[in-house]
């Protein structure tokens, strides 16, 4: 049944292409590719741009067909099962990534000492809430939300953008071009989001001027994504690398924000509530995919599932194995990117049958 | 013991010799044995004298035929009268206010109509309280709410169902609509709910409402409720069904959406630029009131970096010395002042005048100056107490609501207040009425609605019925040419 329409399909894209880039992201992109990160940036900005506009034209072409039924399609059943392995593995571990990162943010900012089981639970009664109840309430909660969490980043970092100067990022490829795709490479975990939007297939309604907002909505987050980063390196300096949350803090720099008075409190509360929504529905992807592979057909087994899986991951990587994990995150852009490049293969080979096929019609 | 006699003791027998169950004998048509039986307090006896058995002992015209025939013919057709044998029926409809009346020799009983109920004057209802506008609201009687309606829709296309409900309360409910606007679907799923329902009595429009609701647990209600006529009235024309319970005043509306507790009737009779700030105003203070305490005790206790410095000196020096922790400072105000809402409601109206101020004067201020409490405690909590009645048709929502984010507050702090709102909006998306999603027309978006919702366009702009109410004549009206934008 299809319960999400295309403005919140547009909705969920937007958020889709900041969400895991907001916060960790830019200042990792600066520890490897210093003031050129911007256009490491761009550079990335341009590949996930073209991801996404690939799987925004499948499920397109694709409108009745389900994640599973596609895979089955273009890579037969056992090949299909395979892939959608590696998908659920993906969003899995970013889920894992998002759920650390959302714990940091939150002592960073709010309580000095956090206790775990004191964020983990209110936190995973959240997002299993929204997941539980699906897509068409993941969709209409950002929804109400998309005008507050915007609002709220327009407040804390675009405003700022008319006190940035032009010599703040020059001089451009001081060190050549290595550094920026030494960005692009150790940044790679933070892209391939689009895929996730693959879980929504089937669910969306094709509706007018569906490839023109889409298109509109993708391109402005990356260049609302890109304007941040010119924003915080004018803020920050050279010592934004070594702030990972630095984004949340912006207002405090912003000469326009503090002179109204003190705003920050409100990008850390719509940032908050960015990082919920953005969690639950990596939840939803992974429910999906575990669904499919486990033939469930109630949400609330798939999510009990996840959070197993999930809870056996946090304990391996806080107590257990920290040297193995701390290996695997060392490998992981190299991982994140062979997947990303198979999922894109599959994609891009769906696109070419169908494009045949739509010949031969 | 002769015929009539034998009759009217099978229903007295029926009624349990019920002591307001009345059988009056007299001489029809100068020699034939009658009798009146009816319920005491439901007729009008007046009518009964002189309108029914005057005619019958007078007449000297003695009939040929039938008797029952003649009867409802000839000496009083101009009410409603018909003849009936079915002792069910009779007995249903005597206490519906009908009088029975029994010939000698004869099967057939003649039914006249002779209600008289006691019935309230339409007043303007008190929750519903209007600066500009219609006065009138609805009573307990069905008729005269039925009337008080179709005074405002002269049209044949407004239509009037009727179902008889409850075992022993055979409550008349009926539901109205526009058969040219309303979507037959949604009525026939109406009908359909109803014609199950299977209870012993149906006292008040709330049981109907609660049965009706998808959801059986819910903190928002999701049938409309209106008090007066003209909003009713209002939401037919906009392709919505209307259920009329006997001895309620309050009229159900269906499908129901939660921005029409952000509309007033008000200002559909005000200019659309102050109706539209009063409604934005309204969901502000309703959202405020729901989530100030919370915040206030989440900024306290775990996040007082983010409250600015001066701020944050002054709310020092006026908790200082408090023996409460702030969370059970507000925790405590918000169950005194709920507490005393609950008293002063249900006090008699002269001591209920004196208990609100001995609750906000002398309780607030000897707390205060007792050291219990503080002053920026008492004064949040009263003040998002009266924010709270922004939205009249929601405030026992927002007062729970309240509650519950003024203890996450306290025990998670901001994180718990964001966590809380996300999933208070999601559990509001997953609501609904009849098809019809509980925030629309803000989430799913729809634009053309907006004329409509948050913000009031003038009256000429509407010219399309609301797209989120199911309707089947989207047209509302044509172009004004006298108005110019």
Known sequence: MKTVNTNQFTIIIFYLVISTKLFTMLPNLFSFANNDAIWSMILFSIIDFLLFILIIQIIKNNPDTTLIQFLHKYCGKFLGTIILIILFTFIIFKLLFISQETHSFFVEFLFEDMNMLAYILPYLFCIGYLAIKGEKTIA??????????????????????????????????????????????????????????????????????????????????????????????????????????????????NPFVSDVGRLNWLSVVVCSIAIFIQSSIFLYASNQCC?????????????????????????????????????ING????????????????CIIAIIIGGIKWKKH | MNSIQKITQIYKNKFNNSADFVVREFIAFQNCKACAMFVDGTVDKQFLISGMMKPLQDSKKIPEGNIADFVVAELIGFVQAKKETNQDIIINTML?????????????????????????????????????????????????????????????????????????????????????IAKPSIIQQIKEKLEKINIDGIIDSHYI???LQNRRHTIFKQIGEAEKPDIVAAKLLEGRVAILV??????????????????????????????????????IGAVLSILLPGTYVALLMYHCDIIPIKFLVSIANSIQGIPLS????????????????????????????????????????????????????????ALTGVMSYTIPDQSQQIAFLRLIFTIIGGTLGLYGIVIGSIILVAYMTNLGSFGTSYLTPMSPFTYKDQKDGMIKMPITDMQYRPTVIPNINPKRQGKNENSKH
């Not at chain 1, 057909?297 to 257990?320: H, P």
């Not at chain 2, 002042?337 to 004067?361: C, D, T």
């Open chain 2, 326 to 381: 702030p969370f059970l400072e507000v925790l405590f105000i918000v169950f005194l002042f709920e507490m005393l809402y609950e008293a002063s409601l249900r006090m008699p109206k002269y001591l209920g005048l004196a208990l609100s101020i001995v609750g906000a004067l002398i309780l607030g201020d000897t707390a205060v100056k007792a050291g219990l409490v503080s002053p920026p405690a008492v004064m949040l909590v």
């Open chain 1, 140 to 253: 209409q909660t950002l929804e109400i939300f998309s005008v507050i969490i915007l609002l709220g980043f327009i407040v804390s970092s675009v405003t700022a953008l008319g006190y940035v100067s032009k010599e703040t990022l020059a001089p451009f490829f001081q060190n050549g071009f290595m550094p920026i795709l030494d960005g692009v490479y150790h940044s790679s975990f933070y892209f391939g989001n689009s895929f996730i939007l693959l879980c929504f297939m089937g669910k969306i309604k094709i509706e007018k001027k569906y490839n023109l907002k889409t298109t509109l909505s993708v391109t402005l987050a990356f260049l609302f994504l890109i304007l941040m980063a010119i924003v915080l390196y004018e803020s920050y300096g050279q010592t934004v690398k070594y702030i990972d949350f630095a984004i949340a803090d912006l207002p405090k720099y």
């Open chain 2, 96 to 180: 519906n206010g009908f009088c029975a009346i029994i010939f000698e020799n004869t099967d057939e009983v003649v039914l006249v109509d002779s209600t008289k109920w006691i019935v309230r004057t339409p007043n303007e209802p008190p929750t519903s309280a209007v600066m500009k506008g219609p006065r009138e609201g609805f009573v307990e009687d069905i008729m005269t709410n039925s009337i008080l309606l179709r005074k405002r829709l002269k049209t044949p296309d407004f239509v009037y169902e009727k179902i008889v409900l409850g075992k022993y309360t055979k409550t008349q409910v009926r539901i109205a609509y526009i058969n040219s």
């Open chain 1, 291 to 327: 669904k499919n592979l486990l033939k469930i057909k109630k949400n609330i087994w798939a999510t009990a599932i996840n959070f197993i899986i999930l809870t056996i991951f946090a304990l391996l990587y806080r107590y257990s194995l920290p040297n193995m994990l701390d290996a």
């Open chain 2, 209 to 211: 409402a609660e049965i």
């Open chain 2, 246 to 283: 006997d001895g309620s005043p309050i009229v159900l509306t269906i499908p129901y959406i939660f921005i029409e507790d952000i509309q007033n009737s008000n200002d559909y009779y005000s200019s659309s630029l102050r109706a539209s700030i009063l409604r934005i105003t309204r969901l």
């Open chain 1, 331 to 346: 490998i992981w852009s190299f991982v994140s990117i062979a997947i990303i490049s198979v999922l894109t293969l599959i």
